[in-house]
């Protein structure tokens, strides 16, 4: 079966957004590669890019959530736009309210999560960092 592997593009403030993330799934980054570590004759990198992620990975199940930072002559990425939601189906209702809990630090609730175990679970909203989750579990 095909893997699903979120990408996101930061204004800077990927190795933030993704230390902030390992706090809350847990796991070690598989990748962390800077602009500098690529950078050669055929491909100069500004000092203002230098320490930037070109790449970053964090194992999330079977899964990874990846990133860059987008560098100074691309411009900016629009941070506020609507990047598409990342939906996380929890393996149980703890593991969802946890992963709610941490993700929501200074977050924009868009529906928040039913503490009630015997309704359904299902939260929605936008991260500090601006991007768009949604925490769901159901029984089998």
């Excluded at 055929?42 to 990846?66: C, R, W, Y």
């Amino acid at each position: 079966m095909a893997q699903i592997n979120p990408h996101i593009n930061f204004n800077g403030n990927a190795e933030e957004a993704f230390t902030f993330y390992k706090s809350v799934f847990g796991g070690d980054f598989t990748k962390l590669i800077r602009f500098k570590d690529i950078a050669n004759e055929h491909f100069q990198v500004s000092e203002t890019d230098a320490n930037k992620i070109m790449h970053i990975a964090l194992p999330i199940g079977q899964s990874f959530l990846m990133a860059n930072d987008v560098p100074e002559f691309m411009g900016k990425t629009n941070e506020n736009e609507n990047r598409s939601k990342i939906f996380i189906n929890a393996d149980s209702y703890e593991e969802a309210v946890k992963l709610y809990k941490g993700l929501t630090v200074d977050a924009q609730i868009e529906v928040p999560i039913s503490e009630d175990p015997l309704e359904p679970c299902y939260g929605m909203f936008r991260d500090k960092y601006g991007l768009e989750w949604i925490i769901n579990f159901e029984e089998n």
